[in-house]
Protein backbone atom coordinates (compact mmCIF):
# COMPACT_ATOMS: atom_id res chain seq x y z
CA UNK A 1 0.00 0.00 0.00
CA UNK A 2 3.08 2.43 1.34
CA UNK A 3 4.56 1.30 -1.89
CA UNK A 4 2.17 2.03 -4.60
CA UNK A 5 1.43 5.59 -2.83
CA UNK A 6 4.70 6.37 -3.29
CA UNK A 7 4.47 5.02 -6.41
CA UNK A 8 1.49 7.39 -7.61
CA UNK A 9 3.36 10.26 -5.66
CA UNK A 10 6.77 9.77 -8.10
CA UNK A 11 4.75 9.55 -10.79
CA UNK A 12 2.34 12.94 -9.97
CA UNK A 13 5.79 14.59 -9.53
CA UNK A 14 7.67 13.41 -12.81
CA UNK A 15 4.31 14.58 -14.86
CA UNK A 16 4.13 17.85 -12.89
CA UNK A 17 7.99 18.72 -13.48
CA UNK A 18 7.47 17.32 -17.37
CA UNK A 19 4.26 19.94 -17.47
CA UNK A 20 6.23 22.63 -16.59
CA UNK A 21 9.43 21.91 -18.33
CA UNK A 22 7.60 22.11 -21.09
CA UNK A 23 5.76 25.20 -19.97
CA UNK A 24 8.64 26.98 -19.71
CA UNK A 25 10.16 25.77 -23.39
CA UNK A 26 6.90 27.05 -25.08
CA UNK A 27 6.22 30.15 -22.54
CA UNK A 28 9.37 31.40 -21.70
CA UNK A 29 10.82 34.53 -23.94
CA UNK A 30 13.22 33.58 -26.30
CA UNK A 31 16.50 34.88 -25.89
CA UNK A 32 15.88 36.65 -29.77
CA UNK A 33 12.53 38.05 -28.66
CA UNK A 34 11.27 40.87 -29.84
CA UNK A 35 11.60 43.14 -26.49
CA UNK A 36 12.73 46.36 -24.91
CA UNK A 37 13.86 46.21 -21.36
CA UNK A 38 13.91 49.02 -19.65
CA UNK A 39 14.62 49.52 -15.92
CA UNK A 40 13.17 52.89 -13.80
CA UNK A 41 11.73 54.10 -10.75
CA UNK A 42 8.52 55.48 -11.59
CA UNK A 43 5.98 53.79 -9.54
CA UNK A 44 3.73 56.60 -8.01
CA UNK A 45 1.04 57.30 -9.25
CA UNK A 46 2.26 60.68 -11.48
CA UNK A 47 5.51 58.54 -12.20
CA UNK A 48 3.72 55.34 -13.54
CA UNK A 49 1.48 57.23 -15.87
CA UNK A 50 3.94 59.03 -17.02
CA UNK A 51 6.25 56.44 -18.37
CA UNK A 52 3.51 54.51 -19.75
CA UNK A 53 2.76 57.50 -21.40
CA UNK A 54 6.15 57.43 -22.70
CA UNK A 55 5.55 53.75 -23.89
CA UNK A 56 2.84 54.15 -25.80
CA UNK A 57 4.36 56.42 -28.02
CA UNK A 58 6.83 53.92 -28.50
CA UNK A 59 4.43 51.25 -29.34
CA UNK A 60 2.43 53.30 -31.50
CA UNK A 61 5.92 53.49 -33.54
CA UNK A 62 7.34 50.38 -32.80
CA UNK A 63 4.05 47.78 -32.77
CA UNK A 64 5.80 44.41 -33.01
CA UNK A 65 8.29 45.50 -30.21
CA UNK A 66 7.13 44.38 -26.67
CA UNK A 67 8.18 46.88 -23.55
CA UNK A 68 9.11 45.42 -20.40
CA UNK A 69 9.53 47.59 -17.67
CA UNK A 70 11.05 46.57 -14.60
CA UNK A 71 10.15 49.14 -11.86
CA UNK A 72 12.46 49.72 -8.47
CA UNK A 73 9.83 51.41 -6.18
CA UNK A 74 12.27 54.07 -4.32
CA UNK A 75 12.21 57.92 -4.87
CA UNK A 76 14.91 59.58 -6.16
CA UNK A 77 16.46 55.81 -6.99
CA UNK A 78 17.76 55.42 -3.62
CA UNK A 79 16.85 51.74 -3.97
CA UNK A 80 17.41 51.51 -7.88
CA UNK A 81 20.90 52.47 -7.63
CA UNK A 82 21.94 49.43 -5.77
CA UNK A 83 19.63 47.20 -8.15
CA UNK A 84 21.37 48.42 -11.33
CA UNK A 85 25.11 48.68 -10.74
CA UNK A 86 25.44 44.62 -10.04
CA UNK A 87 23.10 43.70 -13.15
CA UNK A 88 25.32 46.59 -15.36
CA UNK A 89 28.98 45.63 -13.64
CA UNK A 90 28.23 42.08 -13.97
CA UNK A 91 27.28 41.95 -18.05
CA UNK A 92 23.53 41.93 -17.71
CA UNK A 93 22.49 45.50 -18.33
CA UNK A 94 19.33 46.10 -19.39
CA UNK A 95 18.38 47.85 -22.98
CA UNK A 96 18.21 51.19 -21.56
CA UNK A 97 17.55 51.76 -17.61
CA UNK A 98 16.96 55.53 -15.65
CA UNK A 99 19.96 57.66 -14.74
CA UNK A 100 20.54 61.36 -13.69
CA UNK A 101 22.34 63.34 -16.06
CA UNK A 102 25.73 64.78 -14.67
CA UNK A 103 28.08 62.74 -12.76
CA UNK A 104 26.17 59.78 -11.96
CA UNK A 105 26.88 58.21 -15.43
CA UNK A 106 30.42 58.52 -14.93
CA UNK A 107 31.15 55.45 -13.02
CA UNK A 108 29.42 53.61 -15.88
CA UNK A 109 31.47 55.95 -18.77
CA UNK A 110 34.77 55.42 -16.43
CA UNK A 111 33.98 51.50 -16.19
CA UNK A 112 33.67 51.22 -20.16
CA UNK A 113 30.45 50.16 -19.75
CA UNK A 114 28.28 52.61 -22.10
CA UNK A 115 28.37 53.14 -25.60
CA UNK A 116 28.75 56.38 -27.44
CA UNK A 117 25.66 57.84 -28.98
CA UNK A 118 27.10 60.71 -30.86
CA UNK A 119 26.08 59.30 -33.41
CA UNK A 120 21.97 59.17 -32.67
CA UNK A 121 22.20 62.70 -31.57
CA UNK A 122 23.69 63.50 -35.15
CA UNK A 123 21.10 61.91 -36.77
CA UNK A 124 17.69 62.82 -34.65
CA UNK A 125 18.96 66.48 -34.90
CA UNK A 126 18.94 66.84 -30.60
CA UNK A 127 21.72 69.02 -30.33
CA UNK A 128 20.15 72.42 -32.02
CA UNK A 129 17.20 71.71 -29.58
CA UNK A 130 18.46 70.67 -26.31
CA UNK A 131 20.13 73.71 -24.44
CA UNK A 132 23.67 73.20 -23.67
CA UNK A 133 23.30 73.20 -19.90
CA UNK A 134 21.99 69.88 -20.49
CA UNK A 135 23.96 68.80 -23.78
CA UNK A 136 26.97 68.96 -21.07
CA UNK A 137 25.72 66.96 -18.40
CA UNK A 138 25.68 63.78 -20.62
CA UNK A 139 29.27 64.47 -22.40
CA UNK A 140 32.20 62.70 -21.58
CA UNK A 141 35.26 62.97 -23.18
CA UNK A 142 33.33 65.35 -25.71
CA UNK A 143 31.07 62.42 -26.70
CA UNK A 144 27.42 61.81 -25.75
CA UNK A 145 26.47 59.21 -23.27
CA UNK A 146 22.85 59.42 -22.78
CA UNK A 147 19.67 61.39 -23.78
CA UNK A 148 17.62 63.23 -21.60
CA UNK A 149 13.96 62.96 -21.59
CA UNK A 150 12.97 65.84 -19.38
CA UNK A 151 13.83 68.94 -16.96
CA UNK A 152 12.77 68.72 -13.40
CA UNK A 153 13.35 71.78 -11.25
CA UNK A 154 14.26 70.82 -7.78
CA UNK A 155 13.42 74.18 -5.59
CA UNK A 156 9.92 74.38 -5.34
CA UNK A 157 7.43 74.80 -2.38
CA UNK A 158 4.49 73.10 -3.20
CA UNK A 159 1.32 74.66 -0.90
CA UNK A 160 -2.57 74.19 -0.37
CA UNK A 161 -4.34 77.04 -1.36
CA UNK A 162 -7.51 76.48 0.76
CA UNK A 163 -5.11 76.21 3.52
CA UNK A 164 -3.26 79.61 3.55
CA UNK A 165 -6.35 81.65 2.12
CA UNK A 166 -8.09 80.66 5.55
CA UNK A 167 -5.17 81.17 7.47
CA UNK A 168 -4.57 84.52 5.51
CA UNK A 169 -0.95 83.51 4.59
CA UNK A 170 0.08 85.12 1.22
CA UNK A 171 2.43 82.88 -0.42
CA UNK A 172 4.24 85.88 -2.14
CA UNK A 173 5.22 87.10 0.88
CA UNK A 174 7.16 83.71 1.63
CA UNK A 175 10.51 85.14 0.11
CA UNK A 176 12.71 83.99 2.90
CA UNK A 177 13.13 80.89 5.20
CA UNK A 178 11.94 83.04 8.48
CA UNK A 179 8.89 84.26 6.69
CA UNK A 180 7.92 80.61 5.97
CA UNK A 181 8.83 79.70 9.46
CA UNK A 182 6.96 82.41 10.49
CA UNK A 183 3.56 81.14 8.58
CA UNK A 184 4.23 77.45 10.11
CA UNK A 185 4.01 79.06 13.59
CA UNK A 186 0.80 80.58 12.67
CA UNK A 187 -0.16 77.76 11.23
CA UNK A 188 0.44 75.95 14.54
CA UNK A 189 -0.94 78.41 16.50
CA UNK A 190 -4.33 77.78 14.61
CA UNK A 191 -4.43 73.94 14.81
CA UNK A 192 -2.56 73.01 11.42
CA UNK A 193 -0.40 70.05 13.85
CA UNK A 194 2.46 70.09 11.57
CA UNK A 195 2.44 72.50 8.32
CA UNK A 196 5.57 70.61 6.36
CA UNK A 197 4.93 67.77 4.93
CA UNK A 198 7.86 64.99 5.20
CA UNK A 199 8.19 62.03 4.21
CA UNK A 200 11.78 60.57 4.68
CA UNK A 201 11.46 56.75 4.48
CA UNK A 202 13.80 57.38 1.65
CA UNK A 203 16.72 59.78 3.55
CA UNK A 204 17.01 61.42 -0.01
CA UNK A 205 14.21 63.65 0.91
CA UNK A 206 15.82 65.18 3.32
CA UNK A 207 19.19 65.59 1.75
CA UNK A 208 16.43 67.29 -1.32
CA UNK A 209 15.71 70.05 1.32
CA UNK A 210 18.93 70.83 2.68
CA UNK A 211 19.76 70.97 -0.64
CA UNK A 212 17.62 73.75 -1.72
CA UNK A 213 18.92 75.78 1.70
CA UNK A 214 21.71 75.40 0.29
CA UNK A 215 21.41 76.92 -2.59
CA UNK A 216 19.56 79.76 -0.92
CA UNK A 217 22.99 81.00 0.81
CA UNK A 218 23.80 82.06 -2.43
CA UNK A 219 24.48 80.90 -5.98
CA UNK A 220 28.71 81.10 -5.35
CA UNK A 221 28.26 79.03 -2.63
CA UNK A 222 26.50 76.50 -4.04
CA UNK A 223 29.11 76.31 -6.56
CA UNK A 224 31.86 75.85 -3.87
CA UNK A 225 29.99 73.47 -2.91
CA UNK A 226 29.49 71.04 -6.01
CA UNK A 227 33.40 72.12 -7.03
CA UNK A 228 34.43 70.36 -3.59
CA UNK A 229 35.27 73.02 -2.10
CA UNK A 230 33.36 73.34 1.34
CA UNK A 231 35.80 71.88 3.78
CA UNK A 232 35.13 73.38 6.24
CA UNK A 233 33.38 72.76 9.13
CA UNK A 234 33.00 75.26 10.94
CA UNK A 235 32.01 77.25 7.60
CA UNK A 236 29.47 79.74 8.25
CA UNK A 237 26.87 79.33 5.69
CA UNK A 238 27.48 75.43 5.66
CA UNK A 239 26.13 76.16 9.60
CA UNK A 240 23.75 77.89 9.12
CA UNK A 241 22.03 76.23 6.17
CA UNK A 242 21.79 73.06 8.85
CA UNK A 243 20.64 75.23 11.32
CA UNK A 244 17.36 76.35 9.18
CA UNK A 245 17.40 72.76 8.12
CA UNK A 246 16.89 71.94 12.06
CA UNK A 247 13.95 74.75 12.46
CA UNK A 248 12.50 72.96 9.17
CA UNK A 249 12.20 69.63 10.60
CA UNK A 250 10.46 71.47 13.56
CA UNK A 251 7.24 71.51 12.04
CA UNK A 252 7.02 68.59 9.87
CA UNK A 253 4.88 65.29 10.34
CA UNK A 254 5.89 62.74 13.41
CA UNK A 255 5.23 60.12 11.57
CA UNK A 256 7.90 61.45 8.04
CA UNK A 257 10.16 58.49 8.54
CA UNK A 258 7.41 56.11 7.72
CA UNK A 259 6.37 57.97 4.81
CA UNK A 260 7.50 58.13 1.24
CA UNK A 261 7.99 61.55 -1.01
CA UNK A 262 3.82 60.82 -2.53
CA UNK A 263 2.99 60.06 0.73
CA UNK A 264 4.01 63.45 1.99
CA UNK A 265 2.76 65.35 -0.96
CA UNK A 266 -0.76 63.71 -0.38
CA UNK A 267 -0.78 65.90 3.22
CA UNK A 268 -0.82 68.63 1.05
CA UNK A 269 -2.93 67.85 -1.22
CA UNK A 270 -5.77 66.85 1.30
CA UNK A 271 -4.83 70.11 3.24
CA UNK A 272 -3.41 68.63 6.47
CA UNK A 273 -0.49 69.94 6.09
CA UNK A 274 0.27 73.39 4.31
CA UNK A 275 3.90 73.06 2.43
CA UNK A 276 6.39 71.05 1.09
CA UNK A 277 9.71 71.08 -0.74
CA UNK A 278 10.26 69.00 -3.62
CA UNK A 279 10.91 68.67 -6.90
CA UNK A 280 8.08 69.40 -9.81
CA UNK A 281 7.57 65.54 -9.94
CA UNK A 282 5.23 66.42 -7.16
CA UNK A 283 3.00 67.83 -9.93
CA UNK A 284 2.43 64.78 -11.21
CA UNK A 285 0.79 63.35 -7.72
CA UNK A 286 -1.49 67.00 -8.02
CA UNK A 287 -2.48 65.92 -11.29
CA UNK A 288 -4.02 62.21 -10.80
CA UNK A 289 -5.60 64.12 -7.64
CA UNK A 290 -7.02 66.06 -10.37
CA UNK A 291 -6.27 68.90 -8.45
CA UNK A 292 -5.77 72.56 -10.15
CA UNK A 293 -3.29 74.72 -10.36
CA UNK A 294 -3.49 78.30 -9.23
CA UNK A 295 -7.09 77.06 -7.61
CA UNK A 296 -6.16 73.98 -5.24
CA UNK A 297 -2.62 74.30 -4.89
CA UNK A 298 0.48 76.45 -5.88
CA UNK A 299 4.07 76.73 -5.83
CA UNK A 300 6.69 79.23 -5.28
CA UNK A 301 10.51 79.06 -5.32
CA UNK A 302 12.03 77.88 -2.60
CA UNK A 303 12.71 81.06 -0.52
CA UNK A 304 16.20 82.46 -1.13
CA UNK A 305 16.36 80.82 -4.78
CA UNK A 306 14.11 83.03 -6.70
CA UNK A 307 15.38 83.16 -10.20
CA UNK A 308 17.46 79.62 -9.60
CA UNK A 309 16.37 76.84 -11.15
CA UNK A 310 17.43 73.64 -9.43
CA UNK A 311 17.81 71.12 -12.75
CA UNK A 312 17.31 67.07 -11.79
CA UNK A 313 17.21 65.78 -15.31
CA UNK A 314 16.40 62.18 -16.44
CA UNK A 315 18.24 60.06 -19.11
CA UNK A 316 18.42 56.73 -20.87
CA UNK A 317 21.33 55.46 -22.52
CA UNK A 318 22.67 52.79 -24.45
CA UNK A 319 24.80 50.20 -22.53
CA UNK A 320 27.19 47.95 -24.08
CA UNK A 321 26.37 44.69 -25.56
CA UNK A 322 22.48 44.31 -24.32
CA UNK A 323 20.64 41.90 -25.88
CA UNK A 324 18.15 44.01 -27.93
CA UNK A 325 20.56 46.94 -29.31
CA UNK A 326 18.27 48.01 -32.42
CA UNK A 327 15.48 48.56 -29.82
CA UNK A 328 17.25 49.53 -27.11
CA UNK A 329 18.38 52.81 -29.82
CA UNK A 330 14.67 52.91 -30.75
CA UNK A 331 13.84 53.46 -27.45
CA UNK A 332 16.33 56.25 -27.23
CA UNK A 333 15.03 57.61 -30.35
CA UNK A 334 11.24 57.79 -28.92
CA UNK A 335 13.08 59.83 -25.11
CA UNK A 336 14.81 62.24 -27.24
CA UNK A 337 11.80 62.97 -29.70
CA UNK A 338 9.62 65.89 -29.32
CA UNK A 339 6.17 63.25 -29.22
CA UNK A 340 7.32 61.11 -26.60
CA UNK A 341 9.15 64.07 -24.29
CA UNK A 342 5.39 65.60 -24.89
CA UNK A 343 3.52 62.94 -23.65
CA UNK A 344 5.98 62.32 -20.93
CA UNK A 345 6.17 65.37 -19.43
CA UNK A 346 2.98 66.92 -19.02
CA UNK A 347 2.29 64.05 -16.72
CA UNK A 348 5.64 63.88 -15.17
CA UNK A 349 5.40 67.39 -14.05
CA UNK A 350 8.62 68.32 -15.92
CA UNK A 351 9.21 70.15 -18.47
CA UNK A 352 10.64 69.14 -22.01
CA UNK A 353 14.59 68.58 -22.46
CA UNK A 354 13.63 69.95 -26.23
CA UNK A 355 13.13 74.49 -26.63
CA UNK A 356 10.76 73.26 -29.39
CA UNK A 357 8.31 71.25 -27.29
CA UNK A 358 4.39 72.00 -28.11
CA UNK A 359 3.56 74.34 -24.60
CA UNK A 360 -0.07 74.18 -25.28
CA UNK A 361 0.09 70.34 -24.54
CA UNK A 362 1.59 71.28 -20.76
CA UNK A 363 -0.69 72.75 -17.77
CA UNK A 364 -0.17 75.83 -15.74
CA UNK A 365 2.56 75.17 -13.45
CA UNK A 366 4.56 73.54 -15.78
CA UNK A 367 3.82 76.72 -18.75
CA UNK A 368 5.49 78.96 -15.57
CA UNK A 369 8.15 76.70 -15.28
CA UNK A 370 9.50 76.67 -19.32
CA UNK A 371 9.13 80.52 -18.53
CA UNK A 372 11.16 80.70 -15.69
CA UNK A 373 13.38 78.03 -16.95
CA UNK A 374 14.11 80.15 -19.88
CA UNK A 375 14.24 83.68 -17.45
CA UNK A 376 16.56 81.84 -14.83
CA UNK A 377 19.68 83.77 -13.51
CA UNK A 378 21.73 80.78 -12.30
CA UNK A 379 21.03 77.04 -13.11
CA UNK A 380 22.30 74.75 -10.43
CA UNK A 381 22.79 71.01 -10.38
CA UNK A 382 20.89 68.67 -8.09
CA UNK A 383 23.54 67.10 -5.50
CA UNK A 384 20.41 64.95 -4.39
CA UNK A 385 19.95 63.94 -7.90
CA UNK A 386 22.85 62.59 -8.76
CA UNK A 387 24.02 65.40 -11.08
CA UNK A 388 26.17 67.74 -9.20
CA UNK A 389 28.66 66.13 -7.29
CA UNK A 390 30.72 62.74 -7.34
CA UNK A 391 28.35 59.54 -6.05
CA UNK A 392 31.67 58.59 -3.89
CA UNK A 393 30.40 62.10 -1.85
CA UNK A 394 26.61 61.55 -2.77
CA UNK A 395 26.83 57.55 -1.48
CA UNK A 396 27.03 58.94 2.14
CA UNK A 397 24.79 62.27 1.92
CA UNK A 398 21.95 60.21 2.68
CA UNK A 399 23.10 58.48 6.22
CA UNK A 400 24.76 61.90 6.79
CA UNK A 401 21.49 63.82 6.87
CA UNK A 402 19.41 60.24 8.51
CA UNK A 403 21.74 60.63 11.51
CA UNK A 404 21.40 64.85 11.55
CA UNK A 405 17.56 64.06 11.42
CA UNK A 406 17.88 61.45 14.32
CA UNK A 407 20.20 64.06 16.68
CA UNK A 408 19.92 67.37 15.14
CA UNK A 409 23.31 68.02 16.02
CA UNK A 410 24.67 70.93 13.53
CA UNK A 411 28.22 70.54 13.89
CA UNK A 412 28.48 66.89 13.73
CA UNK A 413 26.60 67.22 10.15
CA UNK A 414 28.60 69.73 9.08
CA UNK A 415 31.95 67.78 10.32
CA UNK A 416 30.53 64.89 8.35
CA UNK A 417 29.51 66.57 5.24
CA UNK A 418 33.16 68.43 4.83
CA UNK A 419 34.65 64.90 5.54
CA UNK A 420 32.77 63.04 2.83
CA UNK A 421 33.99 66.24 0.86
CA UNK A 422 37.83 65.56 1.84
CA UNK A 423 37.69 61.88 1.16
CA UNK A 424 36.39 62.41 -2.36
CA UNK A 425 38.39 65.21 -3.74
CA UNK A 426 39.88 63.24 -6.14
CA UNK A 427 36.44 62.36 -7.64
CA UNK A 428 35.79 66.46 -8.02
CA UNK A 429 36.46 66.35 -11.71
CA UNK A 430 33.98 68.50 -13.20
CA UNK A 431 34.15 72.28 -12.55
CA UNK A 432 31.08 73.91 -12.68
CA UNK A 433 30.17 77.48 -13.54
CA UNK A 434 26.91 78.52 -12.25
C1 LIG B 1 13.79 61.61 -10.58
C2 LIG B 1 12.34 61.88 -10.90
C3 LIG B 1 11.49 61.13 -9.91
C4 LIG B 1 11.87 61.52 -8.49
C5 LIG B 1 11.09 60.81 -7.42
C6 LIG B 1 14.07 61.95 -9.14
O1 LIG B 1 15.39 61.62 -8.82
O2 LIG B 1 14.63 62.35 -11.39
O3 LIG B 1 12.04 61.47 -12.20
O4 LIG B 1 10.14 61.37 -10.14
O5 LIG B 1 13.24 61.21 -8.30
O6 LIG B 1 11.11 59.44 -7.60
Known sequence: MVKTIYAITAAVLVTALFVSAVAWVVLRPAPSANVVEIYHWWT??????????????????????????????GGAGYVFQAVIKPLVLAGEAPDAFQMHAGYEG????????????????KDEGWE????????????????????PVNI?????VWYNKQVLTSNGIDPTTLTTWDALFAACSKLKAAGVASPIALGDSGAWTDTHVLEQIIASEGIDFYQNW?????????DSKLLDALTKFKTYLSYVNTDHSALTWDQAIAKVITGEAAFSVMGDWANGEFLVANKVYGTDYGTFAAP???GMYGLCIDCFQHPKGVKHPDNSLNWLKVVGSKEGQDAFNPIKGS??????????KYGLYQKAAIADFKAATHMYPSVTHGSGAPTTFTAKLNDIMSAFVMNKDVSAAATALTDATKAASADYTTVWSL
Open 304 to 306: GTE
Open 351 to 360: ISARTDSDTT
Open 226 to 234: VNGKVTSAT
Open 152 to 156: HRVNV
Open 106 to 121: KPYFDGGYLDSITNLW
Open 128 to 147: PVIPKVVRDMVTFDGNYYAV
Open 44 to 73: SGGEAKAINALVDVFKTKYPDVAVIQSPVA
